[in-house]
């Protein structure tokens, strides 16, 4: 059976057995802020895609220091100025060195606090 996804700016089927998110993403460009759950640090980041259950972030070379896989977040996600943000537990699931002052990483979201 093939689902439609979004790969970059095209859409095209894949097979649903290759595709292993379980809630379809969209790309959206918003601010985030992650920090650990013991408020010493906050980074701000930007989001490259959202679903229900997890985003992609661009974080700088200073923040992809203190992203370890299985790191469990505070994030707050800013989808415009008018609303407050939403403020949610994540856990970091990969983390990829793109560019020398820029990374990416995969954050499932899990518990979200509003």
Same mark, same amino acid.
């Given at each position: 059976?093939?689902?439609?996804?979004?790969?970059?700016?095209?859409?095209?089927?894949?097979?649903?057995?290759?595709?292993?998110?379980?809630?379809?993403?969209?790309?959206?460009?918003?601010?985030?802020?992650?920090?650990?759950?013991?408020?010493?640090?906050?980074?701000?980041? =930007?989001?490259?895609? +959202?679903?229900?259950?997890? $985003? %992609? &972030?661009?974080?700088?070379?200073?923040?992809?220091?203190?992203?370890?896989?299985?790191?469990?977040?505070?994030?707050?996600?800013?989808?415009?100025?008018?609303?407050?943000?939403?403020?949610?537990?994540?856990?970091?699931?990969?983390? =990829?060195?793109?560019? +020398?002052?820029?990374?990416? $990483? %995969? &954050?499932?979201?899990?518990?979200?606090?509003?």
């Amino acid at each position: 059976m093939n689902i439609l996804c979004k790969q970059g700016n095209k859409y095209s089927f894949v097979d649903k057995q290759t595709e292993r998110r379980a809630y379809p993403r969209i790309n959206l460009d918003c601010r985030i802020i992650f920090g650990d759950l013991d408020n010493r640090y906050k980074f701000k980041a =930007k989001s490259i895609d +959202l679903s229900l259950r997890g $985003a %992609g &972030i661009q974080v700088t070379a200073r923040a992809n220091n203190f992203l370890s896989l299985g790191d469990i977040l505070q994030v707050w996600i800013n989808l415009s100025n008018k609303l407050k943000p939403i403020h949610c537990f994540g856990k970091v699931v990969w983390v =990829k060195k793109r560019r +020398l002052f820029y990374s990416r $990483a %995969g &954050i499932e979201l899990r518990k979200v606090l509003c």
